[in-house]
């Protein structure tokens, strides 16, 4: 068999492979343009509801949460087996790596219900960007949250200018916008920093022509949040 032979067979079973997972995930996509027809997902998922259901759905979730009275909605076996099929998460959330901000818990929410991206500083970088379009496209995701949070470190070192080794600067790199915008405001300059930060990751999210043109069709909103450390309370940024 000839290399050409050869490559021309590696690349119909590479296309074979990626078609037959897009239709295992109940996803079939046709390039127009720039346009995609996303098809639902084969087995049932949870109820269509618009934008500001969903968001709703995340501050009672954390309501529940801060109030100790916490649902733990689809956390069962029978959940796990149910998306295990396919999923439909309601939301998205860009947060910080952080430990102590784990989205499930706070939001008080449970398997399939979240699409989460978790990154030090949660900036959207071109990866989070391109996993945050496939979660609200291909998926369905209604809202996106950019989660910024109390005392965040990586805000922190970007605010006293650290010198830091490997990749870490990148992500100081992503940060220094919202810090710059926060300079001159009153009161506590970490604080001021850490939700400016959300507002510039926020801002860079809408300029993604593909979550631009869902935001314009009411199909998707785009918010920040301040988590805070001590209460577990999510406050809107604005």
Known sequence: MSKKTQKGNLSRRTLFKFGAGAIGTGVLTAGIGSKLIVSEPAVAQQKDISPDQALQSLIEGNQRFVTRKRRNPNQTPARLVEVAKAQKPFASILGCADSRVPAEIVFDQGFGDLFVCRVAGNVATPEE????????????????????????????????GAQVPGQIGSLIDAIKPGVEKSKNLPGDKLENACKANV????????????????????????????????????????
């Not at 809202?143 to 805000?155: F, N, Q, S, T």
């Not at 935001?215 to 406050?235: A, C």
């Open 129 to 160: 960007i391109g996993s945050l379009e496939f979660g609200s496209l291909v998926l369905g995701s209604k809202v996106i949250m950019v989660l910024g949070h109390e005392r965040c470190g990586a805000v922190d070192a970007t605010i006293k």
């Open 199 to 238: 507002l510039v990751q926020v801002e860079k999210l809408k300029s993604s022509p593909v979550l631009s043109q869902l935001i314009d069709t009411n199909k998707l909103t785009i918010v920040g949040g301040y988590y805070d450390l001590d209460t577990g309370k999510i406050t809107m940024v604005s």
